[in-house]
Structure formats: structure tokens, C-alpha cells
């Protein structure tokens, strides 16, 4: 399988937990980028990286959450001390630098917090 | 800044009559332009892409868009939809080069009436 993956695909956990996203882009993509959908709505960036190197964050990217790519191959995205409004899909995408941005998401991961 | 706006958060077409889904964009620098259709349960899949060469772009399944800069306009048609076209679709505007992340709209959800 060539495309995007993502683990889990579904987490539910109560408030105030920490959990974490792994997401497997595409082996020879160098860009890595994390995003967020809430019911209704389209995809809002998140983060994103070049090989290890975190190059931009979103303001909705908060304290809580952190993420890394410490190899530039797989990344993780943890939210620390989770609250209901972080219930939401959380999609990871890949892309080579030089391709006109064209990226490739993986299935997602839900995340409900009770 | 970029942003997209979708005029329609809901359209509804016969099978085998044409489809028409609107997309509007704002962007300070040279856009890449895309639609995503998103069917549930399932991840974002690239239709078409604009990336400063052709201004009528053809993509996958029969859909294609046509590039309007002097409306900002990146228009989704298909000539006959099929029951199968039923979905979320997502109008995307980028930077055409640099690094940077998508912005997308808020989506509109087709529906295919037998």
C-alpha cells in the first residue's frame, strides 16, 4: 500500500487524558502536513513539516498540542490534557515539495472526548 | 491571505443531468487551485488541480473546472451525474510555489436523485 495511513482511526477518551495520532505518509514525499475537520466544515490547517523540520504552525494549534517528525518519515500529533471541543477529525497529508502543493490525505483520525 | 468561498453548501441534481458546483477564491499570490471530493467514511481524494497552465482543467470521473481569474472564480462541472458523484465536495486555493498549507472551503454536499 502505497498512500497515507493514519492509527488509530478512532479514539474516544475522556477529558483531561492525552492521546496520540500516528500518520505514515507516502515514503518518498519530504512534506508532511496535519489538519483538522469539524462537522460541517472543511479542513483547517494544523501544522506541517519539511523532512524533521516543523516550518509553519496555525494559531489553532494551541499548547496542548505538539507534534514531531523526528526521522522526517513518520509524524505524531499528541493533545495534552484533551477537552470536548477537540472532538473532531484529525487528517494527515503528504506531498513532495515541488509538486504544486498537490497533497494526499490519509483516512483520518476521529477523536471524541467525552 | 487566501481564503475560498463556496456558494452553495447544498446542491441537489438529477441522474444524468449536468452538475454545477460554485467556488469563489481570494489570494494575495499566484494560486494553485483545487477540488477534493470527500465520500464518508472515506479520505479527501484529488478531482482536478490548476496550476497556472491550462485554464479548463480536466480531472477524474468525468469532472473538470475552468479557471476564471478576471472573476476568481474555479467553477466544478460535469456534464451527467452519476449516482455514484454523491458527496462532499471541497474547493481548495494554495500558493502556487512555496511552502505553504491549502485552505479549503466549507464544502458542498451533492446529491444524486435517481
Known amino acids: 500500500d502505497t498512500g497515507v495511513s493514519q492509527d488509530p482511526r478512532h479514539k474516544i477518551t475522556k477529558r483531561g487524558q492525552n492521546v496520540t495520532f500516528r500518520c505514515d505518509p507516502i515514503s518518498e514525499h519530504n512534506r508532511l502536513y496535519w489538519y483538522r475537520q469539524t462537522l460541517g466544515q472543511g479542513p483547517e490547517f494544523l501544522t506541517y513539516f519539511q523532512n524533521e523540520a516543523q516550518l509553519e504552525k496555525s494559531r489553532l494549534l494551541s499548547d496542548r498540542f505538539s507534534a514531531e517528525r523526528p526521522k522526517g518519515s513518520f509524524s505524531t500529533l499528541e493533545i495534552q490534557r484533551t477537552e470536548q471541543g477537540d472532538s473532531a477529525m484529525y487528517l494527515c497529508a503528504s506531498s513532495l515539495a515541488a509538486a504544486y502543493n498537490e497533497q494526499f490525505f490519509g483516512p483520518g483520525t476521529r477523536l471524541t472526548v467525552l | 491571505a487566501q481564503s475560498v468561498t463556496q456558494l452553495d453548501s447544498h446542491v441537489s441534481v438529477s441522474e444524468g443531468t449536468p452538475v454545477l458546483l460554485r467556488c469563489n477564491y481570494s489570494?494575495?499570490?499566484?494560486?494553485?487551485l483545487f477540488w477534493y471530493v470527500q465520500h464518508p467514511n472515506k479520505g479527501l481524494q484529488l478531482l482536478l488541480k490548476?496550476?497556472?497552465?491550462?485554464?479548463l482543467v480536466k480531472g477524474i470521473n468525468g469532472f473538470e473546472a475552468e479557471f476564471k481569474k478576471s472573476e476568481t472564480s474555479f467553477h466544478l462541472t460535469k456534464p451527467s451525474a452519476h449516482m455514484s458523484d454523491a458527496a462532499e465536495y471541497f474547493c481548495?486555493?494554495?500558493?502556487?510555489?512555496?511552502?505553504?498549507?491549502?485552505?479549503f472551503g466549507t464544502g458542498t454536499r451533492l446529491t444524486v436523485i435517481p
Open positions: 489570494s494575495s499570490y499566484s494560486p494553485s
Open positions: 481548495v486555493v494554495s500558493r502556487l510555489t512555496g511552502a505553504n498549507n491549502l485552505f
Open positions: 490548476y496550476t497556472s497552465a491550462a485554464t
